[in-house]
C-alpha cells in the first residue's frame, strides 16, 4: 500500500516552453503532498506543499509563479514548470502524506521526474 | 531551525561485512527521526522511524537504527550486508510541528564482492 507514482518519468523540453509533471497517490488519499528538487548527488530540497483545494505554501527562494502547483483532489498534484530554462533542468520529487496521519509521520514517495531543458 | 548532517558523503564495504551509517542532527525538542534508501529508478523507500519509545529501531531489510539524544545521533547500522544494498542513503528530521522533514545530503553506500 501507499504507493506514489509520478508521471512523467523523465520529460526533455525547449527553453521557454512549460511542462507539467503530475503526482498520484495511488491507494491512499493524501491532503498533504511535497514537492521537492534534486541536484545530482546532493539531498531534496522541499519546494514546496501541496494541501488539497488550497494555495500551495513555497520555501524561501522558490519562486511560485514559476512553479505552479496545483492539488486539486485527494489524489492528485500537479507541477507546472512555466517558461523552463536549462537551469531548471533537475531531478523533481513528490511525496505524500497518508490522510489523517500524525503530524511529521512519514512521507511516501514517488520514483521522480528528470527534467531536462534544452 | 532542524538539520541534519551526514558526514560521510561515500562508504564502501565487503559483502557480508557490517555497516553503520552516521547521521547527527539539529532541533529543539524530541525530532522525529527518518532513514530512507534511494535506488535508482525508484522512489524513496522508509527503512525505519523513530518517534518515541524504545531507543533502538528495527525497519526493514535487517536494518536497525539507535537514538541517542546526548549525542545528537541516528545512525543505521547492519550487521551483514548484501550487494542489493548499495545505494544512497538519508536521514531525516521532522517534528510534530508541521509535516515537513529535513533531509541530510545523503551517503551513497559502496558493495565490494
Known amino acids: 500500500g501507499a504507493v506514489v507514482s509520478q508521471h512523467p518519468s523523465w520529460v526533455i523540453c525547449k527553453s521557454g516552453t512549460s511542462v507539467k509533471i503530475e503526482c498520484r497517490s495511488l491507494?491512499?488519499?493524501?491532503?498533504?503532498m511535497f514537492w521537492y528538487r534534486q541536484f545530482p548527488k546532493q539531498s531534496l530540497m522541499l519546494m514546496a506543499t501541496s494541501n488539497e483545494g488550497s494555495k500551495a505554501t513555497y520555501e524561501q527562494g522558490v519562486e511560485k509563479d514559476k512553479f505552479l502547483i496545483n492539488h486539486a483532489s485527494l489524489t492528485l498534484s500537479t507541477l507546472t514548470v512555466t517558461s523552463a530554462h536549462p537551469e531548471d533542468s533537475s531531478f523533481y520529487i513528490c511525496?505524500?502524506?497518508?490522510?489523517?496521519?500524525?503530524?511529521?509521520?512519514?512521507?511516501?514517495f514517488g520514483p521522480g521526474t528528470r527534467l531536462t531543458v534544452l | 531551525a532542524q538539520s541534519v548532517t551526514q558526514p560521510d558523503i561515500h562508504i564502501t564495504v565487503s559483502e557480508g561485512a557490517s555497516l553503520e551509517l552516521r547521521c547527527n542532527y539539529s532541533?529543539?525538542?524530541?525530532?522525529?527521526l527518518f532513514w530512507y534508501v534511494q535506488s535508482p529508478g525508484q522512489g524513496l523507500q522508509l527503512l525505519l522511524k523513530y518517534f518515541s519509545g524504545d531507543t533502538l529501531v528495527q525497519g526493514i531489510k535487517g536494518f536497525e537504527a539507535e537514538f541517542k539524544r546526548s549525542q545528537s545521533s541516528f545512525n543505521l547500522r547492519k550487521p551483514s550486508v548484501h550487494w542489493s544494498d548499495a545505494a544512497e542513503y538519508f536521514c531525516a528530521v521532522g517534528s510534530n510541528r508541521d509535516d515537513k522533514i529535513i533531509f541530510g545530503k545523503g551517503t551513497r553506500l559502496h558493495i565490494l564482492p
Open positions: 491507494d491512499f488519499q493524501a491532503t498533504t
Open positions: 511525496s505524500a502524506i497518508l490522510a489523517g496521519n500524525r503530524l511529521g509521520d512519514e512521507q511516501f
Open positions: 532541533y529543539g525538542a524530541t525530532p522525529y
